[in-house]
């Protein structure tokens, strides 16, 4: 199993609120990832991180933040929440074996709804 | 067009049938493939990565065809437990980040 966690699971919270999604691992891995996924769609890239203080937007376009201040921390925040923003959040992290294969793992996600 | 296509399916197969996953991928420059399994309001984890020469994971088989960017997954003797979303994905080179399918449905009844 993965050591990797998100927090907290579940959140309703009313628009214009400010919100943080915590994810934290304790594998030591450098690269870490932020994911959305609505029900029944695919899984969307927004953030990723290669190490501490290296952020890169993904493929999704998001309004939301995040920072890597420290190797096992990567919260992603919304400073405006707004009903659009409803949909589940998913982390994940990921270390290079010998071959060059990387593994992703996956904390258990944080289903947002905005109201 | 979509960088990485499944047929969204439900599969809805019998305990003990075997079953076969297809995915394509768009851009030639991918260069490690997985596939992932994910349950019901779960997150994804990973079932097997996909060599070029196929691979096999007791009754798991993966296939890649790169020629035709082409991979698949055969699910042999269908278990009650392997109902599940089926996630094709695959890393671009030089990319590092996931790029996920929208997934296959298998329902496996009774």
């Known amino acids: 199993e993965a050591d990797i966690y998100q927090t907290p699971r579940y959140l309703v919270i009313g628009t214009g609120k400010k919100i943080t999604l915590e994810c934290s691992q304790t594998m030591g891995h450098d690269k870490m990832y932020w994911y959305q996924q609505d029900p029944g769609m695919e899984l969307h890239l927004i953030h990723y991180s290669y190490g501490v203080n290296s952020t890169e937007k993904g493929d999704l376009s998001s309004e939301s933040t995040v920072s890597r201040i420290r190797t096992e921390h990567f919260p992603l925040t919304l400073e405006s929440a707004r009903p659009s923003h409803t949909s589940q959040y998913l982390c994940?992290?990921?270390?290079?074996?010998?071959?060059?294969?990387?593994?992703?793992?996956f904390g258990p996600g944080t289903r947002l709804l905005v109201l | 067009r979509k960088e990485v296509e499944q047929d969204p399916g439900p599969f809805n197969v019998p305990e003990g049938a075997t079953v076969a996953f297809n995915c394509t991928y768009s851009?030639?420059?991918?260069?490690?493939f997985f596939w992932y399994r994910q349950d019901c309001r779960k997150e994804p984890k990973l079932l097997m990565s996909?060599?070029?020469s196929g691979n096999e994971d007791g009754r798991f088989t993966a296939q890649l065809n790169r020629a035709s960017q082409y991979i698949s997954l055969l699910i042999r003797d269908s278990k009650l437990s392997d109902s599940a979303t089926y996630l094709c994905?695959?890393?671009?080179?030089?990319?590092?980040?996931?790029?996920f399918g929208s997934g296959t449905r298998l329902q496996v009844q009774p």
């Open positions: 851009n030639s420059a991918s260069q490690s």
């Open positions: 994940a992290s990921s270390v290079s074996d010998r071959a060059g294969e990387e593994t992703q793992y």
């Open positions: 996909v060599y070029s």
């Open positions: 994905v695959v890393m671009r080179t030089g990319r590092r980040a996931l790029t």
